[in-house]
Structure formats: C-alpha cells, structure tokens
C-alpha cells in the first residue's frame, strides 16, 4: 500500500514539473477563503423547509469544503479555467463582448475552438455541468454526492459574481493597479464582511441555470468601470502613506492597504462588494433548491442518518494530499497584495 502511493506521488510529481512550464499563469481563487465559506453558508439559510434541516445538519460540509476548487488547482490542470471568464479578450475594447460569445457550448467552440474557450476561462459553462451533477445526486438519494456537489457549485457561483473574474485586467496589470484583484475580493470582505447585512430572501427555482450563470457574468463585467475608476480616483486622493499597512501573517509581516483606505474605496463603489456578495449567497442556494426540484424534490428527512461516505474521504484526502506536495498553482499565481 505505502509503494503504491509512493509509486502515485512520483508520477504525479513528475507530471506537474513537465506540464508546469507550459500552463498559462491564471489565478482560481476568488472572494479568499473567507468570502467563499460565508457565502456557501449564509446560503443555508435561503432554503425552504423541506431542506433546511438537511443543509443545517451538514452546514459545516459545505463551508469547509467551499474553497476544495481553489485548492484543486494545486493539482488539476484542468481546474483554472473553471473559476473565470475573460470575456473582453474575444473583442477590441469599447466593444460588447457578449455578443460575439455565443452562450451555448457547442456554437461557441465551433467559432472560437475548445482550447481557446479554455485558455480564457469556462465558468458560465460549467455551472451547468456541476448543476447536472447535482441533479443526479438529488435523483439517486446520493447524500455523499449531494454535498459534495453543493459545496462545489457553490464556489463557481460565487466565482462568477466577481467581477475581475470576467476580464484579462484581472489584477490590474494592464491600468498600472497591480493587487486590484486580492483587494477587490478578499482584502474588503475580510475587514467589513462581518458588517454586511445577509438578509437576502428564499431562494427560488432557477429555470434556465446557462442563462443564469450567462447573466452573472453580464452582471459582474458590467461593474468593472466602477471597479477600476474608484480605484484609480483614491490613489490619487491619498498620499502613500495612509494607503498601506503592514500586518502580521504567519512568520512575517505582510504590506496589506489600510482600513480606511479599504473602507473609501468601498464606499465609493456604493457597497458594491457586499452586493456582489449577496447576489452569490441567494444565487448559491436558488441553484441548491432548483436541483432538489429538478432531482424529483426527495424526501431528506430520509437522508438523515446518513452522512459523506468512506469512498469521497479518501478522495478529499487524496485532493489534499496533492496539493499539500506541490503547493504551486496550475494557472495564474494568485494575486498578493
């Protein structure tokens, strides 16, 4: 048993060293792992009845395991393109993007091919792949799979109401605002989340889940104006040394923007942070409720003496075993501050 995994964890080290060098360099981590577990929880608590006891008795799953994408990437190639879009590479600038893109998979790549779609992101499709998933979990009474495919889902929403995760500007590279994007995303939440108000509403049946994930990003890429031009109008208001602190992280001191910096730039976007984060929350759990109706609406009253099975541990453990060895993401590093 210990040569076998010593046997997988050579390979799998020996194939990260070769594939490494040739994978495009795109983050995957959006909202932190702060925001991510906020919004899978609070999502909880926008389910009706019928599977509120359900989702409360595994709340902690679905938290914990809300940022497993993040750390897949770690792993799987294949994972980045999954959490983002770069819609705006598809046309030059000024114009729509979203109507050269095709929402529909098949037409899409016909017009742009599958390896292009996949070098600038795939989200708005594969919330419908994991939604299917989920359906079938509902369908078949798979308690392991349900949470498993709740928890996932649940990421790539939320991934989709960023909206730096719709553009090639992604970090403010391109505009002279590099760290835009952990600003934006983890920075904010992290210091005033705790402010937000999360009364959000029931969720509600979600007929179309394509167009929904499709209107996400539409939603999301529309905000980047404000995204960028608040940021730049406070830069120049404030001098350097009110922008930035320094703070303690681990063994070390890290340079993070200051509260107040972080709380004019807030205001100045209109709380457009905890609305994005909102939106996620009651998008989260409406897919949630949708695949329950959709999978035949069970009983889960039924499914509660049941809990994740031995077979998805080990998978979880082997998840984090490989990203424990490599510790190096498979597409763009994440953006630090």
Not at 1 to 13: D, E, G, N, Q, S
Not at 15 to 34: K, N, S
Not at 151 to 174: C, K
């Amino acid at each position: 048993m210990k040569r076998t995994l010593l046997l997988r964890t050579i390979c799998f080290a020996a194939a990260l060293a070769v594939i490494w060098p040739f994978l495009m360099q795109r983050d995957a981590e959006a909202w932190g792992f702060y925001g991510h577990r906020r919004i899978n929880r609070m999502a909880v608590f926008t389910l009706p009845p019928a599977m509120f006891g359900f989702y409360k008795r595994h709340i902690d799953y679905v938290t914990d395991h809300s940022t497993d994408p993040d750390s897949r990437r770690y792993a799987v190639a294949d994972e980045a393109p999954r959490h983002y879009i770069d819609i705006d590479h598809y046309v030059p600038a000024g114009e729509d993007p979203f109507k050269e893109v095709p929402e529909n998979w098949d037409l899409a790549v016909q017009k742009f091919t599958e390896d292009t779609l996949q070098a600038y992101g795939i989200v708005p499709w594969y919330i419908p792949v994991v939604y299917k998933r989920l359906v079938r979990a509902f369908t078949r009474g798979d308690v392991s799979r349900i949470l498993y495919y709740s928890a996932e889902i649940g990421h790539y929403i939320a991934d989709s109401h960023v909206p730096l995760h719709t553009t090639e500007n992604y970090n403010g590279d391109m505009t002279g605002q590099h760290g835009i994007h952990a600003f934006w995303e983890s920075r904010i939440p992290e210091l005033n989340a705790e402010n937000y108000d999360h009364f959000v509403g029931r969720a509600h049946y979600i007929s179309d889940p394509l167009k929904f994930a499709w209107n996400s990003v539409i939603t999301s890429h529309a905000a980047l104006d404000t995204v960028f031009g608040m940021e730049k109008e406070l830069q120049a208001q404030f001098p350097e040394s009110e922008k930035y602190v320094y703070e303690q992280r681990g063994r070390g001191s890290v340079q993070l923007y200051s509260k107040e910096f972080a709380k004019a730039y807030e205001d100045a976007m209109g709380g457009m942070v905890e609305r994005r984060m909102n939106d996620a929350i009651i998008a989260v759990g409406s897919f949630w409720y949708s695949a329950w109706v959709d999978g035949g609406q069970p009983d889960l009253d039924h499914f509660e003496e049941k809990d994740v099975s031995d077979s998805l541990k080990q998978v979880l453990k082997a998840e984090e075993e490989q990203w424990k060895m490599s510790r190096k993401a498979l597409g763009r590093p994440e953006p630090k501050e």
